[in-house]
C-alpha cells in the first residue's frame, strides 16, 4: 500500500538520522572514559581505538529501541501537526494504517536487537577483553606514555620517562622495592634506553649511561654505581586470559546454561528485556505521537518521554539488584514488561471502534 511504504520511509529516514547522532553522542561519552582510563595506566594508548570500535556493538543494544521511539515519535508527530495524518484518517484509513507501518520497523529492529545483543554483541565483549589483557602483559615502548610514573601489576617496580622517541626513551628514572629475597631496594636513573621482549614473555629494560643507588635510609648504608649499561628484568603480570563473563556469552548459551550464578540469570533477561522492549517502546509511542494544538508539542511528547525513562530506569535497577542477588530479575522484569505491554495494548485501542464501545458500555452502566 502506498500509504503504507511512505509512512515506513518517512520514519525509516527519520530512525537512520537518530541512530546516527545517538550513536556519535555514545560514542563521544565512551571516548572520554577510555581516555581517563588511558591516563590513569589502566588502558594502553595504542589500543584505544580498537577498544573505542568494539564498544560500539554494546552501545547498540540501549541505542537500537532508543532510536525507534524516538524515530516514531519525532515522524508521526510532524505528520499530526501537518495535518497529513488527519487527512488519512478522512480517507477512511483508520490507525491500524500507524501500527502497520511501524510493525514493519518494530519486526526489523527486533531482527538486529536479537542479532546484536544475542552474537555480535558477547563477540565484540570477548574481543575486547582479550586485547586489554594481552596489552597489559606487554609493557613496550607504544604502551608507555611520557612524564608518567607506570606501576607494575605487584607494586614492585616503577618506571618514568620523561621522553620517548620511536623505540628509545631518555631521562628514565627506574626503582625496586624491596622484593621477596630481601634484597635491598634501589633507584636507577639513566640518560637514556629501551626495552627488549623474550620468547616467554619476560621484558628486559636495558639502560646507558646512569648510575644505581642502593640501600635504605634506616641502616645509613648506600651504595652508589655508574654504568654504562644497565639491565633489568620485568616479568609479565599474571592475567586470566580465558575468563568468560555473563557479559561475552551469546544468548543460546545463557538461555541454556544451568547455574544459579546471580550474575547470568540477571544478564539473560535484561538482553531479553532490551529485545522486547523495541516492541513495547514501537508500540506505545504510536498513539503518544499525536499532537495536542492546546498543549504545543513539547507538552505532547512529554508523556511519551516519560514512559520511555521510567521503564528503562526500573529496569537497570533491577539488572543491577539482579546482579547482586538481591531480587529475581525474572519475576520484577517482566512484571514491568508485561505491564508496559497492557499500556500499550490499551493506547492503541482506545480511540477504535472496539475501543469507544467499550467506554460506551462502561459509561452506561455508571449512570445506571
Known sequence: MIIIRYLVWETLKSQIAILFILLLIFFCQKLVRIL??????????????????????????????????????????????????????ACGLGSSVLIKSSMILILLTTFLAIFNSGWMGPLAAQYRYKIIQNARTSLSVTT?????????????????IEEINQNTFTHVFFTQLQNKNNTQPYVVFA???HIDKRNDGTQIITLNNGFRLEGT????????TNFKNYQAIVHPPQVIRNIKNAEQMNLSDLWFLNTSSS??????????????????????????????PRHGRVLSVLP?????????????????????????????????????LGIAIFLNIWDTIPGRRLRKYFMRRREV
Not at 38 to 51: E, F, Q, S, W
Not at 144 to 160: A, I, N, P, Q
Not at 312 to 332: E, H, T, V, W
Open 217 to 224: 635510609a634506616l641502616l645509613h648504608d648506600f651504595r652508589i
Open 144 to 160: 608507555l606514555m611520557e612524564r608518567k610514573f607506570h606501576k607494575s601489576s605487584d607494586g614492585k617496580t616503577v618506571l618514568f
Open 304 to 340: 511519551a518521554m516519560i514512559l520511555y525513562l521510567l521503564f528503562f530506569l526500573f529496569q537497570s535497577l533491577i539488572q543491577s539488584s539482579g546482579k547482586k542477588g538481591q531480587i529475581n530479575p525474572a519475576i520484577f522484569m517482566w512484571i514491568i514488561n508485561l505491564t508496559y
Open 191 to 193: 640518560e637514556r634506553g
Open 263 to 292: 550474575d547470568y540469570h540477571s544478564e539473560l533477561h535484561w538482553r531479553l528485556t532490551l529485545i522486547f522492549s523495541v516492541l513495547l517502546m514501537g508500540l506505545i509511542v504510536i498513539p503518544l505521537s499525536s499532537i495536542n
Open 36 to 89: 581517563g582510563a588511558t591516563v590513569a595506566g589502566d588502558i594502553p594508548i595504542n589500543i584505544v581505538l580498537k577498544v573505542l570500535g568494539l564498544s560500539v556493538p554494546l552501545m547498540a543494544q540501549l541505542i537500537l529501541p532508543l532510536s525507534l521511539f524516538l524515530a516514531i515519535l519525532i515522524t508521526f508527530g510532524r505528520l499530526h501537526a501537518e495535518n497529513e495524518i488527519t487527512v488519512i484518517h
